[in-house]
Structures are given as structure tokens and as C-alpha cells.
């Protein structure tokens, strides 16, 4: 086992870091009622990275990247433009949006054999699976974003209430209100949604976005908004520490699943 630790070092460092960062983000993403549309652009950057796989090959990996970041963005615009003009059940356009998108990736597995073994990678992930090159370079990366949501908690957690509180100011809120330099850290933090998702898999990304958030939210005596961030980041980055090893000594339990099942115990228990 310790040997495993050692080899997977890198991997376990770059999870719990990620794992953190994405709580934090999916507390903000949940608390502006905005899961269902994050599905849908995350399924969209996921049928970017495969068209830019069938397009480019997956060895330079930043084209597959802008590929699904470009696709990510015309998913978000058009959906966002769309449910402008839906008066309820909101949820429900998101969901047929999130089913298509799915449906798409999986009719380009199959009319692409060479990019299956990759959809399979992109949806479900596999922390054990990264390089140990792209490993160290996400540490940083979520470490730059951690450091970035710790210092302007404030301010995010402010416009995330606003945005719920007042809806029917949604427009207004997500254009002029907003101050150049927060816009430019949501910017960063939606750069980052789609960096993870191509490096760790949607499944994973999507699980630590929202499964710490909301299985906090079902305790009793639920703590202030501070806390709630800080238990989110630490459920997850304990999930990662936890349910990555435990994946190395058991060949038979898949990794990402492993991390949301424990991520989700942790938060049901967590004192």
C-alpha cells in the first residue's frame, strides 16, 4: 500500500486540491440555482474535447480543449437564451438539453471507434489514470483557484444571493452590476469548470461540485454560509484522500464512484 501512495502521490495531491476547488464552486453554482444549466455546458465541453479528439488526436491536448471550451460557451449561450423566455419548469428544457447533448456523445463513440475508449474516459473519469505531468500542473492550477475563491469568498457568496434573492433581476445582475474584476474571476472559474472536466472526467467534476453541497444541506442545524464552504472543500478533499487509495487496494471498485459514494457518507457524518 505505501508503495501505491508513492507512485500515485502526484494523482492524490492533484484530486484533493480539485476536489476542494469544484465544492467551492458547486456551493456558489447551488446556491444561484444554476445545477441544471452546469450539467448541460459540461456535457456540451465534453462533446467539444471528443470532437476536437476526432479532429486533432488526443496528443496535443490543447485543441480538444478549445474545442470544448468553444462548445461549452454556445451551450451556455443558447440555453441561457432560450429559458429567457420560459415562464416554468425551467428545469425540464435543461434537462431535455443535457439529454441530447449525452445522446450526441455517444452517437460520435459510435461513428468514431477511436474516441470511445476516450468518451468513456471523459464521462466517467479516473483519477489513477492522470499523468503524473498533468497531475502536478493541476496542484497548481487549483491551488491558484483555491487561493482565488478564499480571498474573494465574500464577494462571490454576495452576488450568489442576490442572484437567488432576486430573480426576476437576473439580466441586471449578470451584466452591468457586476464589477469588471469579479466578472473576470467567474470567467477564470468557468475556465477552470472546463479544464477539470477534460483532465478528471465529468462524473468526477460534477460529484464534487454538488454532491458535498447538497448532502451538508440536508443535515440539521445547518452552519453559516463560511462554514458551509469550508465543510464542502473538506468533505471532498478527504473523499479524494480516502476513496483513491481505497480504489489502489480494491481493483474491483471503480475510482470517481468511489470518491462521490464516500464523499457523500463523509457529509451525512461529518460532525
Request: proline share 4%.
Amino acid at each position: 500500500m505505501i508503495d501505491l501512495l508513492r507512485i500515485y502521490y502526484a494523482n492524490i495531491v492533484a484530486g484533493c486540491l480539485a476536489a476542494a476547488a469544484l465544492s467551492l464552486i458547486g456551493c456558489q453554482l447551488a446556491a444561484r440555482d444554476r445545477s441544471m444549466h452546469t450539467l448541460c455546458v459540461s456535457q456540451g465541453m465534453m462533446f467539444g474535447v471528443l470532437v476536437g479528439i476526432v479532429l486533432f488526436g488526443d496528443a496535443r491536448t490543447s485543441l480538444p480543449y478549445i474545442t470544448g471550451l468553444l462548445m461549452a460557451i454556445f451551450v451556455g449561450a443558447l440555453t441561457e437564451w432560450i429559458t429567457k423566455s420560459v415562464v416554468s419548469s425551467i428545469s425540464s428544457y435543461f434537462v431535455a438539453f443535457f439529454l441530447l447533448i449525452l445522446a450526441g456523445n455517444h452517437i460520435l463513440g459510435s461513428l468514431f471507434p477511436s474516441v470511445s475508449s476516450h468518451l468513456t474516459q471523459v464521462f466517467y473519469g479516473d483519477l489513477a489514470t492522470v499523468s503524473a505531468e498533468q497531475s502536478w500542473t493541476s496542484s497548481v492550477v487549483s491551488a491558484a483557484v483555491l487561493a482565488l475563491l478564499a480571498i474573494f469568498h465574500r464577494h462571490l457568496s454576495n452576488q450568489s444571493f442576490e442572484r437567488f434573492a432576486f430573480p426576476e433581476d437576473a439580466s441586471l445582475l449578470s451584466s452591468s452590476r457586476i464589477k469588471p474584476w469579479l466578472r473576470a474571476i467567474e470567467v477564470s472559474l468557468f475556465l477552470y469548470l472546463c479544464y477539470a472536466i477534460q483532465v478528471f472526467g465529468f462524473l468526477f467534476t460534477i460529484s464534487s461540485l454538488f454532491v458535498p453541497t447538497v448532502f451538508l444541506s440536508l443535515r440539521r442545524g445547518r452552519p453559516g454560509i463560511y462554514r458551509h464552504l469550508a465543510r464542502s472543500a473538506l468533505v471532498m478533499g478527504l473523499a479524494v484522500g480516502i476513496g483513491l487509495p481505497l480504489t489502489l487496494s480494491f481493483d474491483n471498485l471503480p475510482t470517481v464512484p468511489t470518491v462521490a459514494t464516500v464523499a457523500m457518507l463523509l457529509a451525512m457524518l461529518l460532525p
